[in-house]
Nanobody, 122 residues
Framework: EAQLVESGGGLVQPGGSLKLSCATS????????IAWFRQAPGKERERVSC????????YYADSVKGRFTISRDNAKRTVYLQMNSLKPEDTAVYYC???????????????WGQGTQVTVSS
Protein backbone atom coordinates (compact mmCIF):
# COMPACT_ATOMS: atom_id res chain seq x y z
CA GLU A 1 0.00 0.00 0.00
CA ALA A 2 1.37 3.39 -0.98
CA GLN A 3 1.48 6.11 1.64
CA LEU A 4 2.02 9.85 1.29
CA VAL A 5 2.38 11.91 4.46
CA GLU A 6 2.42 15.71 4.37
CA SER A 7 3.95 17.94 7.01
CA GLY A 8 5.09 21.52 7.42
CA GLY A 9 1.83 23.45 7.36
CA GLY A 10 0.94 26.16 9.84
CA LEU A 11 -0.02 29.76 10.39
CA VAL A 12 2.09 32.42 8.68
CA GLN A 13 1.73 36.14 8.07
CA PRO A 14 1.27 37.52 4.54
CA GLY A 15 4.63 37.71 2.82
CA GLY A 16 6.01 34.86 4.88
CA SER A 17 7.30 31.44 3.87
CA LEU A 18 6.61 27.80 4.60
CA LYS A 19 8.14 24.58 3.34
CA LEU A 20 5.88 21.56 2.98
CA SER A 21 7.17 17.99 2.84
CA CYS A 22 5.56 14.87 1.39
CA ALA A 23 7.20 11.68 2.65
CA THR A 24 6.32 8.55 0.70
CA SER A 25 6.51 4.77 0.98
CA UNK A 26 5.16 1.63 -0.65
CA UNK A 27 6.12 2.25 -4.28
CA UNK A 28 9.19 2.85 -6.46
CA UNK A 29 9.49 6.57 -5.81
CA UNK A 30 11.96 7.30 -8.63
CA UNK A 31 9.48 6.08 -11.26
CA UNK A 32 6.62 8.50 -10.61
CA UNK A 33 5.68 12.13 -10.80
CA ILE A 34 4.26 13.64 -7.61
CA ALA A 35 1.93 16.61 -7.40
CA TRP A 36 0.76 19.11 -4.80
CA PHE A 37 -2.92 20.09 -4.73
CA ARG A 38 -4.79 22.46 -2.46
CA GLN A 39 -8.39 22.95 -1.43
CA ALA A 40 -9.76 26.09 0.16
CA PRO A 41 -13.12 26.13 1.98
CA GLY A 42 -15.98 26.14 -0.51
CA LYS A 43 -13.69 25.68 -3.51
CA GLU A 44 -12.69 22.78 -5.69
CA ARG A 45 -9.37 21.04 -5.22
CA GLU A 46 -6.79 22.53 -7.61
CA ARG A 47 -3.39 21.34 -8.74
CA VAL A 48 -0.67 23.70 -7.54
CA SER A 49 2.52 22.07 -8.76
CA CYS A 50 3.94 18.83 -10.09
CA UNK A 51 7.39 17.35 -10.54
CA UNK A 52 8.32 14.57 -12.91
CA UNK A 53 10.76 11.76 -12.31
CA UNK A 54 14.53 11.79 -12.78
CA UNK A 55 14.73 14.84 -15.06
CA UNK A 56 12.71 16.91 -12.62
CA UNK A 57 10.45 18.70 -15.08
CA UNK A 58 8.10 20.96 -13.15
CA TYR A 59 4.67 22.52 -13.53
CA TYR A 60 3.18 25.43 -11.60
CA ALA A 61 -0.29 26.93 -11.57
CA ASP A 62 -0.28 30.55 -12.71
CA SER A 63 -1.42 31.64 -9.25
CA VAL A 64 1.81 30.39 -7.62
CA LYS A 65 4.36 30.76 -10.41
CA GLY A 66 7.43 32.65 -9.23
CA ARG A 67 6.53 32.18 -5.56
CA PHE A 68 6.46 28.40 -5.06
CA THR A 69 9.23 25.90 -5.84
CA ILE A 70 8.74 22.13 -5.99
CA SER A 71 11.66 19.74 -5.57
CA ARG A 72 12.29 16.08 -4.83
CA ASP A 73 14.93 14.10 -2.98
CA ASN A 74 14.87 10.58 -4.38
CA ALA A 75 17.18 9.25 -1.65
CA LYS A 76 14.70 10.43 1.01
CA ARG A 77 11.62 9.55 -1.07
CA THR A 78 10.31 13.02 -0.32
CA VAL A 79 8.83 15.87 -2.35
CA TYR A 80 9.00 19.44 -1.06
CA LEU A 81 7.02 22.59 -1.78
CA GLN A 82 8.80 25.81 -0.82
CA MET A 83 6.22 28.57 -0.58
CA ASN A 84 7.41 32.18 -0.47
CA SER A 85 5.60 35.53 -0.55
CA LEU A 86 2.49 33.85 0.80
CA LYS A 87 -0.86 35.55 0.35
CA PRO A 88 -4.15 35.12 2.23
CA GLU A 89 -5.58 33.46 -0.88
CA ASP A 90 -3.00 30.68 -0.48
CA THR A 91 -4.90 29.55 2.63
CA ALA A 92 -6.00 25.96 2.05
CA VAL A 93 -5.40 22.35 2.94
CA TYR A 94 -2.46 21.16 0.87
CA TYR A 95 -2.34 17.56 -0.33
CA CYS A 96 0.28 15.55 -2.15
CA UNK A 97 -0.80 13.04 -4.77
CA UNK A 98 0.64 10.27 -6.89
CA UNK A 99 -0.78 7.81 -9.41
CA UNK A 100 1.42 4.83 -8.74
CA UNK A 101 1.70 1.07 -9.02
CA UNK A 102 2.24 -0.83 -5.79
CA UNK A 103 2.23 -4.26 -7.43
CA UNK A 104 3.14 -5.65 -10.84
CA UNK A 105 -0.30 -7.22 -11.19
CA UNK A 106 -2.51 -4.15 -10.88
CA UNK A 107 -2.75 -0.88 -12.83
CA UNK A 108 -1.69 2.41 -11.20
CA UNK A 109 -4.02 3.85 -8.55
CA UNK A 110 -4.50 7.32 -7.13
CA UNK A 111 -3.07 7.96 -3.68
CA TRP A 112 -3.54 11.06 -1.55
CA GLY A 113 -1.97 12.21 1.67
CA GLN A 114 -4.08 13.31 4.62
CA GLY A 115 -3.38 16.99 3.96
CA THR A 116 -1.71 19.77 5.91
CA GLN A 117 -3.37 23.09 6.73
CA VAL A 118 -1.74 26.31 5.56
CA THR A 119 -3.23 29.53 6.91
CA VAL A 120 -1.96 32.92 5.76
CA SER A 121 -3.28 35.66 8.01
CA SER A 122 -2.14 38.68 9.96
Amino acid sequence: EAQLVESGGGLVQPGGSLKLSCATSGFTFDDYAIAWFRQAPGKERERVSCISTAEGTTYYADSVKGRFTISRDNAKRTVYLQMNSLKPEDTAVYYCHGTVKTTTFLPPSNYWGQGTQVTVSS
